[in-house]
């Protein structure tokens, strides 16, 4: 796996070829600002949606290139099936940790591997 770092904005990417195709898998870190009303962690700890506040948590952004150039949004752990597509899947917005980074880069793959492109 090729890991790369943004030096200006901290994102991390993640290159593996899997089959079918090329997944790159974007991580960036999210900073949360308790003080604020407005700020998207307050809302959805307030609307129950998450237990607790989180800080600084991991915003993940898949893309799989597919054998004929395509690009789709597949293998995205911190999505799922809802609404009039896909949302949110809170079980996946994780404290910003290198472990729970390796945890999400590994599911990636993984759903990769089975061919799971979302709940």
Known sequence: ??????QI???RTYTEQV??????????????DPKSKADL??????????????????VVDTYFYDESGRC???YNP????????????????????PENEARIVAECLRMAAEGVTAK
Do not use: H, Q
């Open 41 to 58: 962690m307050s809302m959805w700890v307030k609307r129950g949606c998450l237990p607790e506040f989180i800080n600084e948590y991991l």
């Open 72 to 74: 789709w949004g597949y």
């Open 78 to 97: 911190t999505e799922k099936r809802g609404g009039a597509g896909r949302v949110i899947d809170f079980d996946w917005v994780l404290p910003a940790t």
């Open 1 to 6: 796996m090729k890991r790369t770092v943004n």
């Open 9 to 11: 904005t901290g994102n």
């Open 19 to 32: 089959d079918g195709g090329e997944l790159v898998i974007e991580i960036r870190t999210a900073k949360a």
